[in-house]
């Protein structure tokens, strides 16, 4: 009796899909893969659409959020029309999502924004669409490997991680600092890394627990960890987790300080919010527009700090000593002026070996491969090196 | 100032843990205690757990009150109560299917409704300090607990008792246990099964909005891991009796606080082994206490759940 | 004349299934609506977004393989009665055990060799991981649901463990992964379509397990047993065998999913691999009644309603839980419409029976002489 019932199903199915693939040939132009939705400068009235696809909800007070204000930055720039696609897995859906945009919505520039999204996701449907381009942020682009219609963009936000170190250290009475990451990649560990050497700067007895909950997005276990390292007496929390909202509240009900990440969080902690260090991605997508819209060759590899204008630190709170504000600005200088090293010769990882032979430059692509955490910091990459 | 505790600040975090993270599960285990009881698995607690959550964080934020906040996740149980009730009464419809469909609707809706409470703040519930004698601040903030922790065991005694001496409890365990003896009596097993999900359901909203409005406080999609489920799966643990409801709950709490405990200590562990630590603990402790004959002792007769 | 009866119970079924659908879509316009959304333009967009074109048919497609392989993980076991939730542990170690078995093979191996092996590494996996919880079943009397669930969680960790820890391949910086399975070994796609292979698994399995489950002894023993355990057990049917290998089979269906999403988009194990796709495989199972064959096309529909869903994000702002709201709703209306299906079943017969009394009682009345034997009804 099934079968039966299955095949008037599927026969129905069949039925409905025909009249869909019938409806191909009134359907909008671009349905078949390659066909160009070329990124030429918008014939006056067609609007650039650009595409932008986030793994989480993008009012996160955290990573998603800081890449919508961006976007939400330029979409207010004439001739741009933005899609934005939320919670989208780094699955075959993102590959299927990108398609849509492109195939559907006709997008010629696209955003997807996590990092999981680069390989194989990206670099499969670039090489399908050689006609769209592809904006990537962390991704390590390489030209011998990688479609050229694809780029990859980052933020050196250690350097604003090295300030957050030095408010924090001059804020702190048990020398103890906190940071709760979700998994010891290098792009964390750096950031703890710049964090303690900007921390150790000003005391050089600071220790720094780092604690990783696993995951990106783990409220109860962001909580949790919060409170284990208030009981272990931290008085500064900081993180390197997608949403920073829990652990800023946490610290805030426990009167704690917080350094915030990503975006400021200052509104969920009058009182102890010191400083952060926050993304500035506007500055990078209206780079990438104008590079579009002038049909320049695109910079496959774009990096940029505090100078740059890439990243940048958020506004002092109420609990700021004026002797802590001076010295962060003092260094802040030097790091524009291009003149700050954070990795100099000499720094060892938290087991005593050496890990920096030379001072090494915020472009070097050494560091973004970094697999240590610096001496100073309680805690295990968990990999066994 | 700080407090150097190093590894004593493991036992003190796990307390901690121990008293904050096992709410949700006590008041969900115990609400399906209830329903089970009755002759009735109610498997769809973890949709009524996220909308408890989601409409406790809403009203809070809205009208400023988080205890209406959870009367409003109490209320938003009992309908998803009845509806799983109503669904269930039917002939030919499966239990356990409708528990699945429900869990999956109330996902569903509570991530709907939510998405515009990810960045607001809502009001959040008080606590109580029990240990404003000691000096050790991490000791005291362990011991602050939440007014529904404290309701929650009174509820565990409460259950306990009232399941073998009050009529009430007398008349859920017969709808439990033989449906032919209920209605002999004159009860309709239908309505008493109908009442006994609505209890449950306003015990698992109440579960919810803890976790909303207390612990961690916020709304966001990744705020229950399975709770509600595992909740089910401690029913069945504590073979149906509300006083082992209330251990087993506290066991969870503490195993799901060693980790970051550990971490904050200094230990190096991994963190997702020891996620696993309450999963592991139960599915031990159920293969050592269960056996293949005596599989389910205190199993209401009625329930579908069984080898 | 009795062929257009044995069509008709299905049909009916059917239709009272279709109309579920309708109820379920109706109710979902008065959600939109309440919500401030335009429900017709919402479904049109679903529709094109779904099937309204080659792509996104494809994209449904594309979505719905695993479902098929995960779906029946649950449904092979429900036909024994038994309700199995695991199937996200058996993806997961299937995934795990098909990237582990490519680091553990010896270099320079053909793809044709090396690709079949992590396959069938991974659908052993799973099945190990099910039996498991079939085997603590009998053995210890601990429920199934329960167990897999419990196992589950189990499975995840270790997942975690190893694939950001010892099997870590230490240039996948960012995205700690394993090593990759290498391009050579991945799974290609059906020929002529945008859709890799795992599709035909799905097929090819759901196939096999409907000629197993209704075709053969070993299926009709399944079924008794599912019916009524206590009488399978006094009859002497192997129990324990039959849940075992049941188990096994449905764990291999799932962890053979895993494997195909390694092979077929990852190329590697990591974290991305948890994705919900067992779990979406429950509902599968569970709308098809747990049927074989009827996941096939329940699978599709699952997979555009999926696919469609970034269009309701984009077109209409409304979040992508959107179409979980839809999902669950058409769960709950099929479910509630069990209870017509089988009413409308006994209507037909009944319906049948009466036309073949008819029949004969005009065939009596009828002068005898000139045989035309219409053939007795059903």
Redesign the interface.
């Known amino acids: ?6 095949l ?3 026969l ?2 069949l039925a ?2 025909a ?3 019938g ?2 040939e009134e ?1 909008p132009a671009p ?3 390659g066909t160009p939705a070329a990124p030429e400068a918008p014939a006056a009235d067609k609007p650039l659409t650009i595409g932008f696809i986030y793994v989480g ?1 993008r ?3 955290g990573y998603n959020q800081a890449h919508s204000e961006g976007a939400k930055a330029i979409a207010a720039l004439p001739g741009v029309k933005i ?11 993102v590959q ?2 990108m ?3 492109i ?3 006709g997008a010629s520039v696209l955003f997807p924004t996590s ?2 999204y ?3 996701h990206i670099l499969k449907v670039a090489e399908k669409y050689p006609n769209v381009l592809f904006f990537h942020c ?1 991704g ?1 682009y390489d030209a011998a490997k990688h479609p050229k219609n694809v780029g990859s963009y980052f933020g050196y936000i250690d350097e604003a991680e090295y300030l957050n170190g030095i408010v924090a250290a001059h804020a702190t ?4 600092l ?1 940071f709760i990451a979700a ?1 010891p ?3 964390v560990l750096r950031n703890i890394n710049a964090f303690t050497l900007g921390a150790r700067s000003v005391k050089p007895d600071i220790t720094v ?7 990106w ?9 919060a ?9 500064v929390l900081t993180m390197h987790v997608d ?1 920073p ?2 652990i800023v ?2 610290a805030e ?2 009167n704690v300080y917080s350094v915030g990440y990503h975006t400021s969080q200052a509104a ?1 902690a009058p009182k102890g919010y010191l400083t952060g260090a926050q993304w500035n991605w506007s500055k990078v997508y209206e780079a990438y527009l104008k590079t579009v819209k002038d049909k320049a060759p695109i910079e496959h590899l774009v990096r940029g700090g505090l100078a740059s204008g890439f990243v940048t630190t958020s506004a002092y709170g109420p609990a700021v000593s004026e002797e802590a504000k001076a010295a962060a600005e003092k260094v802040k200088a030097e790091m524009m002026a291009g003149k700050f090293v954070i990795f100099k010769a000499g720094i060892k990882d938290n087991k005593g070996a050496v890990m920096v032979p030379a001072d090494m430059v915020q472009t070097d692509p050494v560091l ?2 970094m ?1 240590y955490l610096v001496e100073g910091v ?3 990459t ?2 066994g090196t | ?6 590894l004593w ?1 493991i036992p ?2 796990m307390l ?2 121990m008293i ?2 096992s709410t949700p599960y006590m008041f969900v285990s115990l609400g399906e205690t209830i329903t089970e009881k009755s002759g009735r698995i109610n498997l769809g607690l973890e949709g009524t757990l996220l909308i408890g959550a989601v409409s406790a964080y809403g009203v809070s934020y809205k009208t400023g009150s988080p205890w209406l906040g959870v009367l409003a996740a109490g209320a938003c149980g009992i309908v998803l109560g009845m509806v799983h009730a109503w669904l269930c009464s039917r002939p030919r419809v499966s239990d356990i299917a409708v528990g699945i469909a429900m869990m999956l609707f109330g996902m569903g809706l509570s991530f709907f409704v939510g ?1 515009p409470l ?2 607001p ?1 809502a009001p959040q519930l008080p606590a109580i300090e029990l240990a404003s004698f000691s000096d050790i ?2 000791l005291r ?2 011991l602050r607990v939440n007014p529904l922790f404290l309701l929650g065991i009174a509820l565990a005694f409460f259950l306990h008792w009232a399941f073998a001496s009050t009529r009430i409890g007398l008349v859920l365990r017969m709808a439990g246990e033989s449906k032919d003896a209920a209605r002999a009596l004159g009860y309709s097993v239908e309505r008493v099964r109908m009442l006994a999900t609505m209890a449950g359901g306003f015990l698992s909203g109440i579960g919810g909005s803890f ?1 909303s409005l207390y ?4 709304w ?4 229950s ?1 399975g709770q509600g489920l595992i909740a089910v799966a401690l029913v069945i643990f504590a073979r149906w009796n509300p006083m082992y409801c209330f251990y087993a709950s506290l066991l969870y709490g503490a195993a ?2 060693l ?3 550990l ?4 230990v ?1 562990v ?3 082994l020891l ?1 696993a630590a309450p999963a592991a603990l139960t599915l031990a402790i159920m293969i050592a206490t269960c056996s293949r004959d005596r599989a389910l002792v205190g199993a209401p007769r009625e329930l579908t759940v069984g080898a | 004349m009795s062929r257009m009866w ?2 008709a ?3 009916a ?2 239709g009272i299934e ?1 109309g579920a659908l309708l109820v379920a879509t109706v109710l979902f316009a008065i959600f939109l609506a309440f919500v401030g959304a335009e429900p017709f333009a919402v479904f049109g967009d679903m ?3 779904a ?7 494809q ?1 449904s497609l ?2 719905a393989a695993p479902l098929m392989l995960t779906a029946l993980c649950t449904a092979l076991p429900a036909r024994l009665g038994m309700v199995v939730i695991g199937n996200e542990g058996a993806l997961l170690l299937g995934g795990l055990a098909a990237a582990a078995t490519a680091m553990a093979l010896p270099a320079g191996l053909s793809p044709s060799v090396v690709l079949p092996a992590l396959l069938l590494a991974g659908a052993l996996a799973g099945a190990v991981w099910i039996a498991f919880s079939g085997f603590l079943r009998e053995r210890r009397g601990v429920n199934e649901t329960i167990s897999s669930l419990l196992l589950f969680y189990i499975g995840l960790a270790i997942f ?1 463990y190893l694939v ?2 010892p099997l ?1 391949d ?2 996948s ?4 992964s394993t090593y990759p399975v290498g391009d050579a070994n991945m799974l290609g796609d059906v020929p002529g379509m ?1 859709v890799h292979l795992g599709l035909l698994f799905g097929l090819i399995a759901c196939v096999i397990s ?1 000629v197993l489950m ?1 075709h053969t002894t070993f299926g009709f023993a399944a079924r008794v047993t599912g019916g009524n355990l206590r009488a399978a057990r006094v009859m002497g049917l192997p129990v324990t065998r039959l849940v075992l290998i049941t188990c096994a089979l449905a764990g291999g269906a799932a962890g053979l999913a895993g494997a195909v ?1 390694i092979t077929a ?3 590697s194990a ?4 948890y ?2 796709l067992g779990f979406a495989g429950i509902l599968v199972s569970f709308v098809a009644r747990h ?1 074989a ?2 996941i ?2 329940v699978a ?2 699952m997979g555009g309603i999926e ?1 469609s869903g ?2 309701l ?2 077109r209409h702002d409304l ?2 839980a959107a179409v979980d709201v839809f999902k669950g709703i058409l769960f709950l209306v099929i479910l509630a419409s069990e209870t017509y299906v089988g009413k409308a079943e006994e209507a037909v017969q009944r319906m049948a029976a009466k036309y073949a009394a008819e029949a004969n009682a005009q065939r009596a009345a009828a002068p005898a002489p000139v045989e035309k034997k219409s053939e007795a009804s059903t």
């Open positions: 009796m099934t079968s039966r019932k299955t008037l199903t599927c129905a199915m409905l899909s009249i869909g693939c409806k191909k359907a349905t078949e893969p909800p009012d996160d007070f899609l934005e696609e939320e919670k989208v897995p780094e699955t075959m859906d299927k999502t398609e849509s945009m195939n559907i919505e990092f999981g680069w390989d194989p962390g390590m009475k048990s020398k103890k906190g998994k990649i290098p792009q627990t780092a604690v990783f909950t696993g995951d997005s783990l409220p109860v276990k962001e909580a949790d960890a409170n284990s390292l208030i009981d272990q007496g931290i008085d949403s909202k829990v509240q946490t009900k426990r969920l973004e491969s697999g309680i805690g295990s968990g990999t | 100032m700080s407090s150097d505790l190093g600040g003190i975090a901690g843990g904050r993270v998405k990810i960045q703040e601040p991490a903030e362990a976790l612990y961690p406080g916020i966001n999609e990744g705020l891991s799901g606080s980790g970051t405990a971490q904050s200590a200094g190096d991994s963190p997702h996620n | 044995q069509w119970a299905p049909a079924t059917l279709l529709y094109t977004g099937f309204g074109s080659a792509f996104a048919a994209d594309a979505r975690l950001e820890g870590r230490p240039s910086l960012n995205k700690p945008d409907y209704e999403e988009i990852h190329g990591n974290a991305t691999l994705a919900g049927h064959l009827a096939i096309p599709i529909m696919a970034g269009i994000q984009r979040p992508d």
